[in-house]
């Protein structure tokens, strides 16, 4: 069964500290797409970032980063320098059947506080 | 661009009454999928709908339903609600349907049922 972990409930950080949330996953799909998402408060479900399973680079964007490892099925996000703004609920995500349905499959999310 | 928009925000119901949800995706987006996301289970795939028919549906009971429009805008309703189904629906819509695309969501209508 396909299966998302984010292991670690709660994190709270202060200001301009790095933070990095885990994310394990299990899948038998050879082909796969992860994903995460930012939820603030408002709750909207904010798109930060697509891997495929066969693109293990590392990508950085800004202040984010991310680290694909196929051998160890994980898919950890890095804060750099985090910001208050970037207190949230974050969710990473699988999706099911080789991408061909639509459904993702979620994990329970981090909550991330950063404190000023 | 607009974004995904979801009516109504806010819904107080009680139970064994009906609801029904809307979704309007971003302009030229086909697909529409549905989660619900509580507390306790966390997000939860609902149904996809591509092009007017439901393509994937979750593990939910039959009262859940829902479908999309020719302009690709979608409904879910929910009948006989139970205490529950008070939870966030969120819709997210996606150029075309599959999970590979990204999805990108509405603000979500918060059901309470009393």
């Known amino acids: 069964a396909q299966k998302v972990t984010q292991a670690q409930t709660e994190i709270s950080v202060v200001e301009k500290e790095d933070v990095t949330l885990d994310c394990v996953y299990e899948t038998r799909d050879t082909t796969y797409y992860l994903f995460w998402y930012k939820q603030p408060p408002s709750g909207e479900l904010v798109f930060l970032i697509r891997r495929n399973s066969f693109d293990e680079q590392n990508e950085i964007s800004g202040r984010y980063s991310w680290n694909f490892q196929k051998s160890t099925s994980s898919f950890n996000f890095t804060i750099t320098a985090s910001q208050v703004v970037d207190s949230a609920v974050y969710f990473c995500a699988l999706s099911e059947g080789s991408g061909n349905t639509g459904k993702l499959i979620f994990g329970q999310g981090t909550t991330l506080q950063v404190k000023p | ?114």
């Open chain 2, 1 to 114: 661009k607009a974004g995904v928009t979801q009516t109504p925000r806010y819904l107080i119901k009680t139970r064994g009454q009906q609801v029904t949800l809307s979704c309007s995706p971003i302009s030229g987006h086909r697909s529409v999928s549905w989660y619900q996301q509580t507390p306790g289970q966390g997000l939860q795939f609902l149904f996809e709908y591509f092009s007017e028919t439901q393509r994937n549906k979750g593990n939910f009971p039959g009262r859940f339903s829902g479908r999309q429009f020719s302009n690709s805008r979608s409904e879910m309703n929910v009948s006989t609600l139970e205490l529950g189904d008070s939870a966030l629906y969120l819709c997210a819509s996606s150029l075309l349907a599959g999970g590979y695309n990204e999805q990108f969501f509405g603000p979500g209508t918060r059901l309470t049922v009393l």
